[in-house]
């Protein structure tokens, strides 16, 4: 298999206090894979192309304020693309997080607490699973909070 391509990646502090990340991937596959060895002797490969998305995307905005309050928030984009094995197609793939957090200042350490929000953009099709059986098998990935600590000893 070859890829070729083209990778970037760009971090920007506008403040002491802020960043902004961007990502984006640009990636060529070309390649073949054997499935199988037939009964009878023949070959079966699979064209890798379709595997590889052609292109992904990141964006991550963060900023913490004087108090120890940090507000972040990430977008990911991925191209259409298709599961290695015969697989089916999956659609394009997008995913919105958020995260509010607070650092609290302890004797001998720190603790962090966030209110994590992932994928609030919606159901997104992970992958498809024999897409044509009634009812069809598809994995989608739900919208899912929770609560972070971490504490940190010094």
Do not use: C
Request: net charge negative.
């Amino acid at each position: 298999m070859t890829i070729t391509g083209l990778e970037l990646e760009l971090n920007y502090k506008p403040l002491p206090n802020a960043l902004i990340h961007v990502g984006y991937n640009l990636a060529d596959a070309n390649g073949e894979q054997l499935d199988r060895i037939r009964q009878h002797g023949s070959l079966e490969f699979s064209d890798l192309e379709t595997s590889v998305p052609l292109q992904t995307f990141s964006l991550l905005g963060s900023y913490r304020f004087a108090n120890g309050l940090e507000i972040s928030s990430a977008y990911y984009y991925t191209d259409p693309m298709e599961w290695q094995f015969q697989g089916d197609p999956v659609p394009v793939h997008t995913r919105w997080d958020l995260r509010l957090g607070k650092r609290f200042r302890i004797p001998d350490g720190e603790i962090d607490l966030a209110f994590i929000a992932q994928n609030i953009d919606g159901d997104d099709i992970e992958f498809l699973n024999a897409p044509d059986r009634a009812p069809p098998r598809i994995n989608v990935s739900e919208s899912s909070y929770f609560l972070q600590a971490i504490i940190t000893f010094h």
